[in-house]
């Protein structure tokens, strides 16, 4: 009987290895990769095999479509069929932490596990010097959904990503911390005009001072095939308390603005800042062992209807 295969030990590349990390990505091999928002597990989305690897590794539990990651504008007509306004968005706001479903274009050579079968394709051009190097260096779209195991909190650091999935993927490219911290913004172009699927690294109202229109966080399970959409989503181990104004025994509180916490989102009350801490300060929680976590009032403006979403998430009853 032939022993079990060793885990392959992961990888650690320091960006002047980013040719490494193309040449591995070509390969069909899983490398995590740093964005603005959070930290990728990319696979070249043209490779079905390489795609799976990406599910098995992150332990999904069933095909949800993956965001598409390309260098900019030029690459999404091949993939894509994008319309009058969509392309004013990309225009205004890429690179950036805006991600567009759009209509999948025929013959776009992606592996159906990518859009999970969906006629649609979601497609992102990240603002992260590193992504965009990789990307051009890769010469091929990838796929990449958020770098932690399914369930978990998203990966802002190569640390959260080597303590969730080390052994299970070839390689993690270092780029230290994502200055924007949260997951981008989804907007979907269906018949009905623009929907918002997911509130995100994008503010809600940069988009509709762009539209024109006002958007309203879709959250009609039937029409939103979204794993971000599901209930015990961005979850760290302990149970979470929102909108507390001080801890009660045996919570750890998590602090934001005039309510200070053990670890503190932002001292001065400054929604970006908090925002790029938000899965830092849930990593930390894990790592301390917090069982039960205490979590100060977020304002629900800006990047504060993003954080209160992966807060709500956070807090919502656990399947498992
Ligand atoms: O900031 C981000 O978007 C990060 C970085 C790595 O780019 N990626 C990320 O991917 O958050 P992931 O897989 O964790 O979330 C992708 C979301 C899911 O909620 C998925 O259901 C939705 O995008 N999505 C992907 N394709 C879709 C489609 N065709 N229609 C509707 N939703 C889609
Ligand atoms: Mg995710």
Known sequence: MNPAPEPRATLRLSPDRVEDAAALLRAGDLVAFPTETVYGLGADAGNGQAVAG??????RPSFNPLIVHV???EEVERLAVAS???RDLMAAFWPGPLTLVLPLRDGAGLSPLVTAGLPTVALRAPAHPLAGTLLQEVGRPLAAPSANPSGRVSPTTA???LGGLSGRIAAVLDG??????????ILGFGDGGPRLLRAGGLPTEALETALGERLILDTDPARVAAPGQMASHYAPRGVVRLNALLP???EVMLGFGPVPGEITLSPSGDLQEAAANLFGALHQLDAMGAQRIAVAPIPETGLGRAINDRLRRAAAPRRD
């Open 54 to 59: 990406i599910y098995a590794a992150k332990g």
């Open 71 to 73: 260098p900019g504008v």
């Open 84 to 86: 009058a306004r969509a």
């Open 159 to 161: 640390d959260h990503v």
């Open 176 to 185: 230290g911390s994502c200055p924007v911290g949260l997951e981008s913004t």
């Open 248 to 250: 009660k025994p045996g």
